[in-house]
């Protein structure tokens, strides 16, 4: 009887992609939205070392917790070609989450390396400083990995040759010349070109730069702008001639910034003469200040993103830390009662309550149908924001002061006749003082009043952090509850007196107030971005009334 012979096939990984991506000049919203995609959901990237900190913030922020050694693999039809991902019918997940590592060596060396990655079921990430093609070791690593026949794409970074003249208020036009003097070049093309130079350089060849320039015909009074950092809220530029390139102390800077250093740009020609009333970038309110945002972790994205409109460079301190309530009785009763219909109104006066709440539904395995002949009240526009991410429109928000105070003045009283229930929930920190619930109760509401989160003070900053808040480093404090009031405090110390306290409301403005600090600014509507535009309202008047405080000495910048 002939045997039967059992077959065993193995499978083997299908090789990973690899990714070009250009960062940029620097400011991350520069960045591609094919850029964005790739990165945030990258497991697996290789990095220039001088790619800014706010683009490598973003690898890996899109990937899913990982739940085990290796992830799920995702069909075609899950991810497709723009979905960041690799689409193969296995993918082997880098283990302990995101992997960024240098890219070390010459460019034969980084191409090997990212092959092999590849060969092992890995989509690989290779993040470059600027554009990628226009970097030659770069573009030797690409001409080495399409030897080696690996899958591979190309995602373009703007050019920080058009971009940073752009943030400078230098327009280009349709001809100009760009050269990288950090290199060899060809001087007598280069002072013979027309329209605006561009020039690549470090500071330490920008003085050769111009001397070359001058010798080979270029008048040494051509006006010139050198940028640094560019397109970030850290730029700096200084107007000079090519004269005035000669004499290294022009680029010296002075206090408290210092001297102007790394990558520089710099932009010559007639098209100098544009700034003054092209300067968008750096002429903005807030431009040059350094603004500390003392909140929880999670919710100073929104208050920092709106400094940064406004040419501030944000650092966030966290003061609260949320953590749940020390028993989880309260809540689910509290929830238990929403099922059974024995709330008329919810109130929700901060995002952490709703956030508070929907994780309790989540235990028990509801959904926003729990709040079915329920009204929903919220304290303010960012926490009715939060209660329409998950589906649900707010009965009342109010129209006009956005505190517990404003939304009394419009809450109705009871009617024993239109109200089928009298009690209101009322889900909040366990620090929350009594003003709410005592002017519900005046208004005929039977209160249940539960801790859905406690607030406990967040570890201490770093000590330079702590030494720039009590001797005047940063330029402005913005103030989001009474909370971070006390807890800044506590963990820090009062700000300098040079610093200028805005505050989002009159019970955090009046907690300021108690611990020494003078209040300069406060919107009428109490939410961050009427916070932040205040504050950027109160910097320009100050500026015009040439009222702006004192310079820092460099010791005190961070």
């Known amino acids: 009887m002939e045997r039967e012979r ?45 790619v800014p900190e706010a683009v490598l913030a973003l690898i890996g922020t899109e990937l899913p917790p990982a739940s085990g050694p290796e992830a799920p693999a995702k069909s075609d039809s899950d991810a497709g070609p723009d979905a960041g991902g690799t689409t193969t019918d296995a993918t082997v997940a880098v283990p302990n989450g995101v992997d960024v590592r240098p890219a070390l060596g010459d460019p034969a060396e980084v191409a090997k390396i990212l092959v092999n990655e590849a060969r092992s079921g890995v989509d690989v990430v290779r993040l470059v400083s600027g554009d990628p093609l226009s970097v030659d070791a770069v573009l030797a690593e690409v001409t080495a990995v399409a030897r080696a026949q690996a899958h591979f794409e190309i995602v373009p970074g703007l050019p920080a040759t058009t971009a940073v003249p752009t943030y400078a208020g230098l327009p280009l036009g349709s001809a100009h010349t760009v050269a990288d003097v950090r290199g060899d070049v060809d001087w007598a093309a280069l002072a013979a070109a027309p329209g605006p130079l561009i020039l690549h350089a470090t500071s330490s060849h920008l003085s050769d730069a111009a001397r070359t320039l001058i010798e080979y015909g270029l008048t040494d009074t051509t006006p010139c702008v050198v940028t640094a950092n560019g397109t970030t809220c850290q730029q700096r530029s200084v107007e000079t001639t090519l004269a005035g390139l000669l004499d290294k102390a022009t680029l010296a800077g002075s206090e408290p910034a210092g001297p102007l250093a790394g990558p520089l740009v710099a932009t010559i020609g007639k098209t100098v003469a544009n700034r003054a009333k092209l300067n968008w970038w750096e002429s903005r309110a807030l431009y040059g200040w350094t603004v500390l945002v003392p909140r929880t972790k999670d919710q100073a994205g929104e208050m920092s993103d709106r400094l940064v409109g406004h040419g501030a460079l944000p650092i ?45 539904f989540n235990e028990f395995g509801l959904d926003a149908r729990a709040f079915s002949g329920v009204k929903i009240a919220c304290v303010g526009q960012a926490t009715a924001d939060r209660v329409r991410a998950f589906g649900i429109n707010p009965e009342l928000v109010p129209s006009g002061e956005q505190s517990s105070l404003g939304l009394l003045d419009e809450f109705p009283p009871y009617d024993d006749i239109f109200d089928p229930v009298n009690r209101v929930l009322l889900p909040r920190a366990d620090i929350a003082t009594e003003t709410l619930a005592e002017g519900l109760r005046e208004r005929g509401w039977e209160i249940e009043d539960v801790t859905a989160y406690r607030t406990v003070r967040a570890a201490p900053p770093p000590a330079q952090t702590r030494e720039m808040i009590k001797t005047g480093g940063f330029d402005a404090v913005c103030f989001t509850s009474s909370s971070t009031v006390r807890n800044l405090v506590g963990i820090a110390g009062k700000p300098h007196a040079r610093t ?17 600090l003078r209040v300069d600014v406060q919107p009428e509507t109490a939410a961050v971005g009427p916070l932040v535009e205040a504050l950027a309202e109160h910097a320009a008047r100050l500026r015009a009334e040439g009222a702006l405080p004192p310079p820092r000495k460099k010791s005190r910048r961070r």
């Open 500 to 516: 200028i306290v805005a505050c989002i409301g009159p019970k955090t403005a009046e907690t300021a107030a108690e611990f020494g």
């Open 316 to 360: 966030e301190v966290p003061t609260i830390a949320v953590e749940p309530p020390r028993s989880p009785a309260q809540m689910e009763r509290a929830v238990k009662g929403l099922v059974d219909g024995r709330f008329q109104w919810v109130v929700f006066t901060s995002t952490n309550a709703v956030r508070a709440v929907w994780e309790k």
């Open 6 to 50: 059992k077959m065993t096939t193995r499978r083997k990984h299908k090789p990973g992609r690899i990714t070009f991506v250009g960062s940029g000049p620097g400011d991350p919203g520069l960045l591609t939205t094919r850029a964005r995609i790739v990165l945030t959901n990258a497991a697996l990237a290789f990095t220039d070392p001088d």
